[in-house]
């Protein structure tokens, strides 16, 4: 089973609302309204089924774009925002180019899917190259006491200090948070935040 057929089986056999890191509100959503334009393109890495998207058309934002591996999920996605104009893009993000740049860059529990070092490294560098100076990337993955396994598949954990040397210099970070999140079976999962701008 490759990858994409892999989270294709997860969406297609899960209803979106029990899936893991199902989490009916965005609190990251109000930061974005208080600092970014409605007309700011902004991608959702990994949002396929995620209410994310929802809750930035329900604040009017009009460029949005979501990436997810998985096409199940995507096309469920698209159905589900009623023919609001969303660019739903069908990409292995460790294997993405970017063909254009974002305001706003918002990844909720992708990254710590990336165990191979080097992804790591080119998901920074890819990010730092689709960001406009002075857009937003928003970070949030498994902290170092999160879980070690998520939907069937190892993941990498992280802490704060990680993911702030992990920027570099073409990022500064503007805010970093632990956060739990309650999975929808109640089980506790400990995230890693970070609010960085591009320079």
């Not at 899936?19 to 902004?42: C, H, M």
């Not at 860059?105 to 890819?126: C, G, I, K, P």
Request: aromatic share 12%; hydrophobic share 40%; charged share 20%.
């Amino acid at each position: 089973m490759t990858l994409a057929e892999h989270w294709d089986d997860r969406y297609e056999n899960n209803p979106a609302s029990k899936l893991s890191w199902y989490q009916e509100r965005s609190p990251e959503v109000d930061f974005i309204s208080d600092n970014v334009g409605k007309a700011t393109p902004i991608i959702d890495i990994g949002g396929g089924l995620s209410p994310f998207v929802h809750e930035l058309i329900a604040r009017e934002f009009t460029d949005l774009s979501v990436l997810d591996i998985s096409q199940f999920a995507l096309d469920e996605g698209a159905r589900n925002v009623e023919g609001r104009k969303v660019d739903w893009i069908q990409a292995n993000v460790t294997q993405w180019t970017p063909k254009r740049m974002y305001g706003l860059w918002h990844d909720r529990a992708v990254f710590h899917f990336l165990t191979d070092e080097q992804d790591q490294l080119n998901y920074f560098s890819m990010a730092s190259d689709a960001i406009v100076p002075g857009g937003y990337m928003i970070l949030g993955t498994f902290s170092e006491n999160g879980p070690d396994t998520c939907s069937g598949l190892p993941v990498a954990r992280h802490s704060i200090a990680d993911l702030t040397d992990a920027l570099g210099t073409d990022f500064t970070a503007i805010d970093t948070q632990i956060l739990n999140h309650v999975t929808p079976k109640g089980a506790a999962q400990e995230f890693a935040w970070i609010y960085a701008v591009r320079n």
